[in-house]
């Protein structure tokens, strides 16, 4: 097959004078490489498309690829992250990872929980601020835990998002509000273990690979999984494999939430326990980020003692499954068809 590869690359919004905080979770060249090397690996060809005005111009032109490995974030609204699948889905173009619905749904950490929990999933309460005049109608017993209701990486997540009390509430609320410009989602508060779980496949096929404990240094940030500890991680995190009851439990967990949302080919459910041990879910991540050595899944993945060219082989494998090979249109049968 040819691949083309979609993805934001963080040195290009840099250049473009967006900060460090708003391309967080853009990919370094090195993801690119190893993506790339590990795609042409599995025996397929590949070609860099880029981010999305990259694919506009590249399609207005006439290319067309059989798959498309898409990575690519987006940099604008809640429905960022759907705007490549949907537009290659107008194309009739074959891709990787969860459709534009699911990827606009679970971008909104709020809209994910209601889901999850209709279908029985364990997650703590919650509430969506939209504006400060909320703030006063969230009811929530403390401690709470509060974070932009659609970022990834950590981002607006602090020692402060720790909340004691409704006046700590009240800062901590306008100030994200402000800087991020969207909802903030209030929970409760899960005192205890913190898991991801990785998973790939597609519905019946869908499987964990494993339940990773995300343990914080001494010299990390306490309490959260912060956006500086992600970004340092290598120094202040300790990511263990683990097999325990409890991590099994999330593997159970993540597994529900994963079916119930729809999500395809891999990624990742993040889980807490609460006060009383039971595990809960607490979000999605069905864009996955793929560096090698930095990202979660597949340092997951490598701690499970398998190599980075087989979990990029099981994604592809699963999104062809899924499409089915008869409906992968090739370029020239689409030239041919138009």
Not at 21 to 34: H, K, V
Not at 42 to 61: A, D, K, P, Q
Not at 108 to 113: C, D, N, Y
Not at 257 to 278: E, H, P, S, Y
Request: hydrophobic share 40%; net charge negative; with cysteine.
């Amino acid at each position: 097959m040819l691949v083309g590869i979609t993805y934001d690359l963080r040195s290009d919004y840099l250049a473009e004078g967006y900060s460090e905080e708003e391309t967080a979770e853009f990919d370094s060249p090195a993801t690119i490489q190893a993506l790339d090397d590990a795609i042409s690996a599995i025996g397929h060809r590949t070609v860099r498309i880029g981010n999305i005005r990259r694919m506009v111009e590249r399609l207005s032109r006439g290319e067309g690829w059989d798959l498309v490995f898409n990575i690519a974030e987006g940099l604008n609204g809640v429905g960022r992250e759907a705007q490549v699948p949907a537009i290659l889905d107008a194309y009739g173009i074959a891709y990787t990872f969860s459709d534009p619905v699911i990827m606009g749904l679970t971008l909104h950490k709020g809209l994910t929980k209601r889901v999850v929990r209709d279908c029985g999933v364990p997650t703590p309460d919650f509430a969506v601020v939209e504006s400060e005049a909320d703030i006063a109608r969230v009811g929530l017993p403390y401690p709470l835990f509060a974070k932009p209701v659609a970022e990834g990486t950590g981002k607006g997540i602090t020692p402060a998002s720790l909340i004691a009390d409704r006046r700590q509430l009240r800062g901590v609320c306008r100030d994200l509000l402000k800087r991020f410009d969207q909802p903030v989602l209030v929970e409760t508060f899960l005192p205890g273990r913190e898991f991801t779980v990785g998973i790939v496949g597609t519905g019946d096929r869908a499987e964990t690979i494993g339940a990773l404990e995300v343990i914080l240094k001494d010299n990390a940030e306490q309490g959260v999984y912060s956006y500086i500890n992600k970004e340092e991680c290598e120094e202040r995190v300790i990511y263990k494999l683990v097999d325990d009851a409890l991590a099994r439990e999330a593997g159970m967990v993540a597994l529900s939430a994963w079916r119930a949302l729809g999500c395809r080919d891999g990624g990742r459910i993040d889980l807490r326990t609460d006060a009383a041990g039971r595990v809960n879910f607490i979000e999605v991540n069905p864009l996955a980020g793929l560096h090698p050595a930095h990202s979660d899944l597949p340092i997951l993945w490598r701690q499970a003692g398998r190599d980075y060219v087989d979990l990029i082989r099981r994604i592809v494998e699963s999104a062809a499954t899924r499409i089915g090979t008869g409906r992968i249109r090739h370029p020239a049968q689409r030239v041919a068809a138009e």
